[in-house]
């Protein structure tokens, strides 16, 4: 089972993200399942609507979420600065709280929760491929 | 998804933020904005009991962060009491919080602040 989301600007982002834990709470009968994703989806998406169009015209993403007996898949598409988040360095996280920087939190988050995350670039288009399987 | 929050004084130089609901991108002004106003008071210890909180974002974090940092630049502390396993999951994945400082109970909690509301007075 697809399902289709669009977005452009933050302002639409907890809408989109209601729908997308909702299919997949109706999915999988999983509530757990479905925040997890969500909270994928929403750093995931936060980062592309931040920081994907810093100079020019807002064009949002295309998330593509896919249901199936053993996994869930979310597609992110979008037309914006090339960027792997997967080629980010980690966070230091055995900082001191004081010296902690506050970025690169919501790529470590994905990275975590999910089983397999991949990034490719597609001509003009960023494609993060994000899997989680159901137990 | 929405965020209540509000706030109780309880032992002296201690305050209790009280979070319900989501921590999120789209919530995150809202208990910015309680921590900015608790901030402002003459605290020694900032509790936030996340008892009633089901979801955590990063965007969430940094605002615990700022908390923490907060509370330590006064030499004072913050405290969480009663996560839930979700919300917890995310604290060890970013290693948010110090997890000396997150307490399972309420009752661990009162101990704990026993403890340090002794200290202070023996310091004075």
Redesign the interface.
Known sequence: MKHLFELTQLSELASVLDALASAVSKGTESKELADEMRLIAEEALTNVLKYAYPESEPRGAKVTLSVDTKEVGLEIRDQGLPFDPLAKPPPELDAPIEEREEGGLGIHLIKSLADEVAYVREGETNVLRITKRRL | ?SLNVRTEDSRSFTKTIYLKGSL???TVSTFDQELDTVLESPLKVLVLDLSEL??L???G??SM?RA??SM??RAGKALIVNPKP?VQK?FE??????LSAVFASVQELDKYLDTIQRKMKEEE
Do not use: G, L, N, W
């Open positions: 998804m999120d991108t789209e089901a979801y974002s990063s965007a974090i940094r962060f923490q940092k330590k630049a979700a995310v994945i970013v290693k948010a919080v110090d």
